[in-house]
């Protein structure tokens, strides 16, 4: 099976002498690990220090899905054992962040009636409990159980309902799941790669937490991570996460339309859309040619030569498919993306010349820009760009929230219900849901 992770190893490098928090991001064209020590955590400027980050090629993910156990496990433990190695240290399990299993949220809304009494944190946990009570996802993990606002009397924007008074308190949690197919083969490959599932991210939230300004997350924004096999987005306002969607059309259909259309391999084909991609014409392109390898070339076979226009007119049907996909997807789940909101592009396909014009004409926006993880500031070049932002993402979560209305233990148990709500000691103190209203709110 190649490169596979020593059981034995891992249990000796247990949390207990190395609290490090491990990230995975595994996605269709790479699989990256990021590794953070307990000494990472900057709160000076709220930025992270990034000790040990490895990333390989992905294999056995295609269309969003984990189509060959064996060959992810193997890529999996290649990745974490490279990041280690920076690190100085052994990780025992990680919190992999992904696309895969069909990735979808709702949001739940529930009241709680008061007795006149100001709000305590013993109302907050009622509130919580109500909600989680309506979760009903048949075939569905949820993943994460995020507060987008709570409600006085019918009042919404309240950011912090304790002490006020009234006769109803309003909760609404945004919800994400993913199949619960999906979750069970994950949780089977990072088992093969002896390592512990500890938590699941989704792509489009932690993503969007390392490249969004803290002013877009509150104004309101759009984050697009596009990756090979999918392309998700986060639409954020009011300092919450308002909505997810997902679409499984990414960059590598752009790749695979090039070796269709320039009858090359798909290795040559990626080497066009990485050398001389465009989703715009540029000057003199039809005059200029590119070459590539020819199709199951025998070596007696020269290399076909295009002009170089012609990748224009194949890469930029297919990505301005793709946002038109996910901005009828959005409005379909009564988003509404107005010219006063954010919009940044992630993911290793955002970088393609163009992309960012493309995505104003389909969005109807005056200025897209292109996110990077930049709380993460000591990032080596090479794990610096729009296509790392996930792995950034989940330590960023770690460090600074947002915090959930559930534990990631629980998550990864079992299916949630109302007894998973915050539980309230003699003291009157939430220790969950008043951290997690702190960082939220």
């Given amino acids: 099976m190649g490169l596979l992770r020593d059981k034995k190893a891992d249990q000796v490098g247990g949390s207990a002498k190395s609290p490090a928090v491990a990230a995975l991001d595994l996605g269709q064209s790479k699989v990256a690990c990021f590794i953070m020590k307990p000494d990472g955590v900057r709160r000076a400027d709220n930025t992270i220090r990034v000790a040990g980050a490895g990333h390989v090629q992905s294999k056995g993910v295609r269309g969003g899905v984990i189509v060959n156990m064996e060959d992810a496990a193997d890529a999996i433990a290649r990745a974490v054992e490279r990041a280690e190695r920076a690190a100085g240290l052994t990780v025992s399990g990680v919190v992999v962040t992904s696309s895969i299993g069909q990735m979808a949220s709702h949001r739940v809304s529930a009241s709680v009636s008061l007795s006149g009494h100001p709000i305590s944190d013993h109302d907050l946990a009622r509130a919580i409990g109500a909600a989680l009570s309506k979760i009903s996802l048949p075939n569905r993990r949820p993943i994460h159980v995020l507060p987008v606002a709570w409600s006085v009397d019918g009042a919404r924007g309240v950011h912090d309902p304790r002490h006020l008074q009234g006769r109803t308190l309003g909760l609404d949690l945004l919800v994400i799941s993913m199949a619960e197919g999906a979750f069970s083969a994950l949780s089977n490959c990072l088992e093969r790669a002896h390592l512990d599932l500890q938590g699941v991210a989704a792509a489009p939230l932690v993503t969007s937490l390392a490249a969004l300004e803290e002013d877009e997350m509150e104004l309101g924004a759009l984050c697009i991570d596009m990756g090979a096999g999918t392309t998700?987005?986060?639409?954020?306002?009011?300092?919450?996460?308002?909505?997810?969607?997902?679409?499984?059309?990414?960059?590598?259909?752009?790749?695979?339309?090039?070796?269709?259309?320039?009858?090359?391999?798909?290795?040559?084909?990626?080497?066009?859309?990485?050398?001389?991609?465009?989703a715009m014409a540029s000057n003199n392109e039809d005059r200029e040619m590119v070459e590539a390898p020819p199709r199951g070339e025998d070596g007696s076979a020269g290399p076909v030569v295009w002009p170089r226009a012609m990748l224009k007119t194949i890469i930029a049907p297919r990505v301005e498919e793709?946002?038109?996909?996910?901005?009828?997807?959005?409005?379909?789940?009564?988003?509404?993306?107005?010219?006063?909101?954010?919009?940044?592009?992630?993911?290793?396909?955002?970088?393609?010349?163009?992309?960012?014009?493309?995505?104003?004409?389909?969005?109807?926006?005056?200025?897209?820009?292109?996110?990077?993880?930049?709380?993460?500031?000591?990032?080596?070049?090479?794990?610096?760009?729009?296509?790392?932002?996930?792995?950034?993402?989940?330590?960023?979560?770690?460090?600074?929230?947002?915090?959930?209305?559930?534990?990631?233990?629980?998550?990864?148990?079992?299916?949630?219900?109302?007894?998973?709500?915050?539980?309230?000691?003699?003291?009157?103190?939430?220790?969950?849901?008043?951290?997690?209203?702190?960082d939220n709110f």
């Fill in 232 to 278: 998700s987005a986060a639409v954020w306002g009011g300092r919450s996460l308002l909505h997810i969607e997902s679409v499984s059309v990414g960059g590598d259909h752009v790749t695979a339309d090039i070796a269709r259309g320039m009858t090359t391999s798909r290795a040559g084909a990626e080497r066009l859309k990485t050398l001389h991609g465009s």
């Fill in 322 to 438: 793709t946002l038109e996909l996910m901005r009828d997807r959005l409005r379909a789940g009564g988003m509404r993306i107005d010219p006063g909101m954010g919009i940044v592009l992630t993911g290793g396909a955002s970088q393609l010349n163009g992309v960012r014009e493309l995505a104003e004409r389909v969005f109807d926006h005056p200025s897209v820009r292109l996110g990077r993880p930049q709380r993460a500031p000591h990032l080596a070049e090479a794990a610096a760009g729009p296509a790392f932002c996930s792995a950034a993402g989940v330590l960023l979560r770690a460090a600074y929230g947002p915090r959930e209305a559930v534990s990631a233990h629980k998550l990864m148990a079992r299916h949630v219900t109302a007894a998973d709500a915050p539980r309230v000691n003699r003291g009157g103190v939430i220790s969950r849901a008043a951290g997690w209203l702190s």
